[in-house]
């Protein structure tokens, strides 16, 4: 089953809205988690590292105003894409590494979200 | 220059034949080395990790060369299920460990 869930899978909202998405780890802690966009034919990019109880860490010409990060818990890290536009269609893809005492860290991913703004 | 580079393909591949392919990755300091799968419009799956002395998982194998800065994978015996997007994954340092440097992805598509 699942180890990270991702929610909504699929969202499409207007133009200036904004979109929540969340990101949970289901059978462990997570302090830090992360967020990728992915647009089509291209790479997973690095967005963001979401870090439990402090600031999340944006990567290079990723707007922090836009992309609103919160980690409020060990389990939970949620990305708010502020006043969408088309630009910012993309699949979206948080995940969490997971210390696995038989074969150290894993990382997980959640399913993913598809973002459609019209 | 993009971090990891990966010949997009498509690399159509009849029924039971091999198909191997590389990427090429730009910073000597990268530490860790994966193949992901990615199947249309889901979540990358972990294929498998690559060690330096090379290592094999049934049909795929895997080789790291530090020295020319590249990774293959290897395919024997191709079935139809591999047909995925295979995704070459590089990780900078054991202290972001989790931060992970994607490549576009290699299309593998095979054929009956």
């Known amino acids: 089953g699942a180890v990270v869930s991702q929610h909504p899978s699929r969202v499409i909202c207007k133009s200036g809205t904004s979109v929540k998405i969340e990101c949970r780890s289901l059978?462990?802690?997570?302090?830090?988690m992360f967020w990728y966009r992915q647009f089509p034919k291209q790479s997973l990019m690095l967005m963001a590292t979401?870090?439990?109880?402090?600031?999340?860490?944006?990567e290079q010409g990723v707007e922090k105003d836009k992309f609103l990060i919160n980690h409020a818990s060990l389990t939970l890290s949620t990305l708010t894409v502020t006043s969408a536009h088309p630009e910012d269609s993309s699949f979206y893809i948080c995940?969490?590494?997971?210390?696995?005492?038989?074969?150290?860290?894993?990382?997980?991913f959640g399913e993913g979200s598809w973002l459609t703004v019209v | 220059r993009k971090e990891v580079e990966q010949d997009p393909g498509p690399f159509n591949v009849p029924e039971g034949a091999t198909v191997a392919f590389n990427c090429t990755y730009s910073?000597?300091?990268?530490?860790?080395f994966f193949w992901y799968r990615q199947d249309c419009r889901k979540e990358p799956k972990l294929l498998m990790s690559?060690?330096?002395s090379g290592n094999e998982d049934g049909r795929f194998t895997a080789q790291l060369n530090r020295a020319s800065q590249y990774i293959s994978l290897l395919i024997r015996d191709s079935k139809l299920s591999d047909s995925a997007t295979y995704l070459c994954v590089v990780t900078l340092t054991t202290d972001s460990w989790g931060k992970l440097q994607f490549g576009a992805g290699t299309q593998v598509v095979v054929t009956p």
């Open positions: 910073n000597s300091a990268s530490q860790s």
């Open positions: 995940s969490a590494p997971k210390d696995r005492a038989e074969s150290g860290n894993t990382i997980y």
């Open positions: 690559v060690y330096s």
């Open positions: 979401s870090n439990e109880g402090s600031k999340a860490t944006y």
């Open positions: 059978d462990f802690q997570a302090t830090t």
